[in-house]
């Protein structure tokens, strides 16, 4: 008896407990789940209330590549039109929808419908989770890229303003802050302005600007959206020479620094495109700079280079001859041609370098493609002078040929910016490193 006495106490003292737990739960409006779906309804009736739909500045790689624009316009609890600056393709459509038999047509399509959905990981969080070009193009793998470009189509929404004209995010994957802001017109008018912006001013240089008493000069890498800076600070009591490339997105005005450049407490955070092109004026009104155009523009033209012994110093042909024998002894074996093309030609999206490649030991099979995006500018001042830097690889060609490209890549950048200068008595030109001026130059022949 004492046994059950026990017993019945402490189902007594357990069933308490549980009242007593149940009665100090939220309920209604108040209970944590009923909570968060009223979050859901309110942030999806804000993005579904604006006109013209919403802009979004993505920011993928950590900032690296720069910003793209987008636009997006919710059109119901779960379907979006998305729009970008930078894609478009022709796609094939019928001339009338409600009449089969009456043919179809191609146009050039620049917005894409998708899904979006919300659900609750670490907060409300935003996924367009079926594919749309202009947004998953920056996330979608590739041969060698798990991540593509390491964009994000996942966001977590932070908080909204009281006027509820922006919308905080942040990148799932990157961790980058962004804001999706309310658009006050048309945005295909927006992102066409956007897109003048780029066509002005890709591989331009300006004139120097003066931050903090020290004179910065600015090329500009308009496809990988990032501005080359270079000036000089004083560093333990020597000068110290400054080289980076800060990334940038475009407005319809201008550019915009992701983070500003600041020098002796002064901060450059961008500037905006006069009406003829000729000059930029800083944002906060106080500079006007020229854009330079260098005599070659490899973000439109294209050259070849040679890298044969007796186009080439010793230090450029044993460059190239070493990425020969890395790709031999790879795991895919083949031969590199002693060319490479440079620039922007045909159809490519982007500019970029092509190497050529055929199988060993067999070099009458078919030759094909090792292609990386890189972006070219120019320097302000030296009409002939091209810089380089890297965007991203172009298919599975890198995959199979990676170790030996990234040789090449990491010679090509260190000694650049290069000059392209005439030769005596030969119609081709020679492209020599101005990078390091107290060494012999590193230099090939170019036909351009």
Partial sequence: MRYNHYIWSLALALGLGACSQYEEMPSGGNYASTAMTQEEKDVSNILRSSQHGWSLVLIPDEGNHGGINLSMKFTSDKDVVVASEEYGEMVTVPNDPKNPGAGTKQIYQTEFTSNYHFSHNSGLRLTFDTFSRPLHYYSNPNWGLPNGYNGDFEFIVEKVSED???IYLKGCRTGNKMQLIRLKANHATYLSKTQEIKEALK????SPLQLGGKEVSISIFGYARQLWVRYTKAEDKTTKAVKENIPFYYTDKGIKLITPLEIGGQKFEGFELSEDKRTVKTLDGKQTLTVFSGTYDLTEGSLRASFEEDKSNSEAHEMFKTLV????????????????DMGRWGRS?????????YPDPNPNNKTFYRTYYLDYTS?????????ITRIIQDGDGYFYSRRAIEWYLENILYYSPFSIDPIPNKTVKKMSSVADPTNEPFYFEVDI
């Avoid at 591989?203 to 300006?206: E, F, R, S, T």
Wanted: aromatic share 14%; hydrophobic share 40%; glycine share 4%.
């Fill in 164 to 166: 509820k004209n922006v």
């Fill in 203 to 206: 591989g331009k240089a300006l």
């Fill in 325 to 340: 024998e890395i790709q031999k002894q790879d795991s895919y074996p083949a031969l590199f041609w002693f060319m490479a």
């Fill in 349 to 357: 999206r982007l500019p970029q370098v092509t190497l050529y490649a």
């Fill in 379 to 387: 320097v302000y001042g030296q009409p002939n002078q091209v810089h």
